[in-house]
């Protein structure tokens, strides 16, 4: 079976009760739910993983390059994670980043993403729904859903 990664970065094991009125009420939980659910169709099953650590990050990023695609939000390593943003440079396979909400309508300091460059696809703003759409842009992507 198609496995597709599901990488979530710092803060984002604690989703539901970490400042709701911007991350929404939705647990990581419910969020893999999601995901497994919108790719049943096409055969995948989702491999979620979370870290708090960079280094976890790179690990799973070096240990996945069997999967089809990968939805990944790397939280604040948006911003700083360059080992992060090396090891994505050397991943084979698609990949979108997510960002549940829209950094550009928050503080100056979360306006770059030094990973975005190297990304198949970038969502901001739009919620949960945002993972629910990119795994649905990497069916379209990898061939595995019909236009
Ligand atoms: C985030 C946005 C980042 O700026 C922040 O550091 C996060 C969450 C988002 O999903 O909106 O941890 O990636």
């Not at 198609?2 to 009125?21: A, Q, V």
Request: charged share 20%; aromatic share 8%.
């Amino acid at each position: 079976m198609s496995e597709l990664l599901l990488l979530n970065g710092p803060n984002l094991g604690i989703l539901g009760r970490r400042e709701p009125d911007i991350y929404g009420s939705e647990t990581l939980a419910d969020i893999e739910q999601a995901v497994a659910e919108e790719v049943a169709e096409f055969g995948w099953k989702v491999v979620a993983r979370q870290h708090d650590c960079e280094g976890e990050m790179v690990r799973t990023v070096q240990d996945s390059y069997h999967v089809v695609g990968a939805i990944l939000n790397p939280g604040a390593l948006m911003m700083a994670g360059w080992s992060l943003r090396d090891a994505l440079a050397n991943f084979p396979r698609p990949w979108i980043e997510v960002h549940l909400s829209n950094v550009w309508a928050r503080e100056q300091f979360r306006h770059q993403s030094i990973l975005g460059s190297l990304a198949d696809g970038v969502i901001f703003g739009l919620g949960a729904q945002g993972y629910r759409l990119a795994a649905r842009g990497l069916a379209h992507r990898t061939g595995a859903a019909t236009p």
